[in-house]
DNA sequence: GTGAAAGCGCTAACAC
DNA sequence: GTGTTAGCGCTTTCAC
């Protein structure tokens, strides 16, 4: 193994040139840096991350916290945020919360403990005020869900502005009976879906029926989706479009109204909302939001990397969604 | 931060015995054990990695290296390491090769720039035969996947004997145009399944039918599953009967069926593999061999842990598969 | 059975 | 601009 000191003797100068060298430190002078550089490539010298991390009080290490990485929404993002990570020369500790608090603050307990330089939220609920005495000692970013009032950074889409995407088509395409099936978990993006849902219903002149609202899962399970989708279309005055919040439940939707005999897209537009599961498979094809996940997990690490080497930040990073129509939405007939 | 040497203040013993204590030396007095345990309770020491990583040449980091972590199957077992090398206090470098044999190597060569202790390996090809150098010198261990010929320690199930009871089911439900549906892949389970699908016709005195073999893309893509099965069941004298390597493909045979007007189960029995794929939306649910991906993926971390801690070990462990019967399987009418 | 002390490889004050 | 050196927190040899 090559250490730092074989380099200086290589190069003739002193460890800590070498050092210096090594951390771009700009008081080399640059014949010396020349030399130690080609030292350093002739010996191919790695640093020790153990030594420096010693040294710097570091663990190159973060923490990925996550109600489940199985979850393909997840998996995206995970693998954005490893890739960055990789690049960065960080590990990773991956903890499974299946969304529970308790493991979400054990899970944070290793930055109390140092065993990572701080963390990646991928889903919190809205009102984890909780976290705000970790957030205010550690690097921690959110990552598509986030703490309403909290002043954490984070990166995400707009969920509402997606939203209000979603509604301005079905209305466009002449809908007036639009339901919506969000979910009973309590994320951010689960309210503000729901938000700009009935935000453009008013702004439309459409009145709001309560009972055009059902509720999913906090998974978005495809079975809960279905059975949230019977209630819906079994009711009286059926609606004609269903918002739904993720594409399982869009999916669970679609099946509920294959059953019931009701055509897709002639009789029911059905909207989805991720576009991670594979919705291309059976038709008809689902029209959907999609998250640019792989993006937002690396955009998150950078943010967590910036907090991490150049302390505090609040940065707030709005990634754009796209809108795909494929083939589950129609004008009304 | 609470150091060794704190804990030996309060302990009233020199950082050594402290040490010992931390490392289950046995030499310590019962009392003097005691003593030190209790101070780092109350001080509630945690040891620093780093430096112990530095002294004892360590990184504590495992590399994980999968084509593509999003895929369901992989992020399952990713899932499974994750978890058990959380317990044993390791972190991971997670690495997405796509497949590319120049990925893999370069992924591997973090373990000779000592950037980790060790690496899993969740897909290599039969005959990468360039592994054998890294793992002369390396603790890696295979999982899932394998190369032949290469005595490197894995973790798998017997895709061989899961092959044989698919096939002697069907063949139990007394279909004999059996076709199946394989990989262009080169990895050793597909290998091993084809194997299976053919020897369990022989003892059978079924005559192979070159054309009742179809080959789906390497990825397992349900377009290629959907696109072989069409070939499949427009040839003549078509199959009863279809063993798809895989669920994704089974999903692509069932449409292809379906468009052709083909019934199944009552006219086609389709059978698929790894049950990882929520094949239970549409009916007909997949009959399926199901894998315990998660504990494949914690056994390959404790091996590894096992050879990092405690040297070379060449231990090859089978995990039991399941035969679940849904409903895409019945007797031949 | 326990302690003293060297040293893992690196960084950063401080000196020149 | 560069070198000398202390020391990060731990493990482990060598004494006793």
Known sequence: MTTISDVAKEANVSVATVSRVLNNHSSVRPETYERVYKAIEKLSFEPNMSARNLRRNETRVILI??????????AHILSGIGDAASEYGYSALIFNTNGE?????????????????G???????????????????????????YTKDLNIPKVSIDNYKASLDVMEYII???????????????????????????????KHGINLKEDYIASANADYSFKSGKAAAYKLLQGENRPTAIFCISDTIALGAIIAAKELGIKVPEDLTIIGFDDVDDTTMFHPYITTISQPCYDIG???????????????DNKKVVLPHKFIIRESSAPIS
Request: proline share 3%.
């Open 101 to 117: 608090e308790t493991r979400e603050k054990e899970s944070l307990d290793m930055l109390k403990k140092k065993k990572a330089d």
């Open 65 to 74: 916290v996550a109600p489940n990485i199985t979850n393909p929404y997840y």
């Open 298 to 312: 690396r955009e998150a690490f950078k943010i967590l990397f910036g907090i991490i080497n150049k302390g505090k």
């Open 119 to 145: 963390a990646i939220l991928l889903s919190i609920d809205i009102d984890s005020l909780w976290l705000k005495e970790y957030a205010d000692k550690y690097p921690i970013v959110h990552c598509s869900e």
């Open 172 to 202: 466009s395409l002449g809908h007036k009976r639009i339901a919506t099936i969000t979910s009973s978990n309590n994320y951010i993006s689960t309210h503000e879906r729901l938000e700009g849902y009935k935000d453009s219903l008013e």
